[in-house]
């Protein structure tokens, strides 16, 4: 396999973490009679330009079926983190009502409806049908397409170029990374600004967040990479912030090339030094995280078999991909955690892919009353400890298994 930005033969793994289905590929009740699509799930790293990659098994249209079911809308922090987006960006950029703002994967309208709330013009491309029906009933316009170079042609000949782009957590779930980020070149105004958010790849490291690794995520992406990718396609990254969102995010600006004229903030090379640093240029930071994936692994079957030698019950929070990367890397089935619960309807109902352990919705909590919760989207644990405290009424106790097994 060569890099999917600069052709480099891939010859170093990152990490191998088994084989599971795609993590978004729920199943219905019908679907338990019926063998399921596993693929390998490993990770190579390139000496060429330093992007991560999965190595190549599934298609696009293995992962984003109609059925899709991440609806961005089911959590509240990341609203509230959208809105505030879509404010800062319209008071630093000055966006009015005759300014046009396209998202790229936008979902169920999670952020556009802050952007049509705002009296911008706004459209979003989105190419699951499940989700972007969510959005068009909130009267958001929807091109149902995969984004690249030639759908953003169409789009500017349609009267569509855009002062303002935004992509956030998509630039990891791209095959064809070059053309997707040449389509931004094609699509903004000659002024015009595009905002990309993803997951840091230091942080992932850092924190041994290896359960971000799922087949949806072709790419996982260090500034060092993303400058180089942008390059080729002819933007220019002017400004880059670290978030929180996800475990550790960054926030990149990039103009066009030839016609952007913001000026190149201190916070680029900042970043690229800090990536420099702490060896994303080098096989040394990468060599070890097999070993600690495993830890993880380890530590989080311990826990749940020493809980099931108690009688404990154990159930999980969050059918979130992060959740079914760790649960089928675990080997973990229904008789380790008995169900979990979900705050999306589209969920509920179904069975996580692979472990095929059952998704309910919250009731079943108060309902049975589990010893323990394991909180899967650990990003958000905050938000999920502030809604389920009520299991403190009788004893029980919130557990994350990442970075590191803890009892809270």
């Not at 990770?43 to 609806?71: I, K, N, P, R």
């Not at 220019?236 to 030839?258: I, K, Y």
């Not at 970043?271 to 994303?280: D, P, R």
């Not at 010893?371 to 405290?389: F, G, M, R, S």
Request: net charge negative; hydrophobic share 40%; glycine share 6%.
């Amino acid at each position: 396999m060569k890099c999917r930005h600069c052709g480099t033969p891939l010859q170093h793994q990152f990490v191998d973490l088994g084989t599971s289905p795609p993590s978004n590929a729920y199943l219905k009740e019908k679907d338990l009679s019926t063998p399921e699509k596993w693929f390998p799930l490993r990770v190579l790293t390139c000496h060429g330009c330093w992007l991560v990659q999965t190595e190549d098994f599934a298609q696009a249209s293995d992962l984003f079926d109609a059925e899709y079911a991440y609806f961005s809308a089911f959590s509240s922090s990341w609203l509230k983190h959208s809105e505030k987006y879509v404010n800062q960006m319209v008071e630093r950029f000055g966006l009015g009502s005759n300014s046009k703002v396209v998202e790229v994967a936008a979902n169920d309208g999670y952020l556009l409806q802050y952007v049509k709330a705002a009296g911008i013009q706004c459209v979003g491309v989105e190419p699951t049908a499940s989700t972007a029906a969510a959005a068009r009933e909130k009267g958001i316009e929807i091109v149902e397409e995969f984004f690249g170079e030639n759908l953003a042609k169409t789009m500017v000949s349609s009267g569509n170029a855009a002062d303002l782009t935004a992509a956030n957590n998509v630039l990891a779930h791209v095959p064809d990374i070059n053309d997707f980020v040449k389509g931004f070149c094609v699509l903004l105004k000659s002024q015009g600004v595009s905002t990309f958010e993803f997951p840091h790849l230091l942080q992932l490291v850092l924190h041994n967040q290896f359960d971000t690794i799922y087949h949806e995520h072709f790419s996982y992406l260090s500034l060092t990479a993303v400058n180089s990718i942008f390059q080729k396609a002819g933007l220019q990254v002017f400004d880059v912030e670290e978030l929180p969102t996800h475990g550790g995010s960054l926030r990149v600006f990039a103009q066009r090339a030839d016609t952007g004229t913001h000026k190149v903030s201190d916070n680029v090379a900042r970043i690229l030094a800090i990536e420099k640093e702490n060896g994303l240029q080098s096989e040394v930071l990468f060599d070890r995280f097999q070993k600690q994936a495993e830890e993880v692994k380890n530590n989080f079957l311990e826990f749940l078999l020493h809980a099931r030698k108690l009688g404990k019950k154990v159930v999980g929070y969050g059918a979130a991909a992060k959740g079914n990367t760790l649960m089928n890397y675990a080997g973990v089935k229904s008789d380790l955690i008995q169900f979990v619960v979900d705050k999306n309807p589209a969920k509920q109902g179904k069975f996580m892919p692979g472990s095929r352990i059952p998704i309910y919705a919250e009731e079943a909590i108060k309902q049975h009353k589990p010893d323990y919760i394991v909180i899967l989207p650990w990003n958000i644990q905050d938000e999920v400890k502030a809604q389920l405290a009520y299991i403190e009424s009788w004893g029980g106790k919130f557990v994350t298994a990442v970075p590191e097994l803890q009892v809270h």
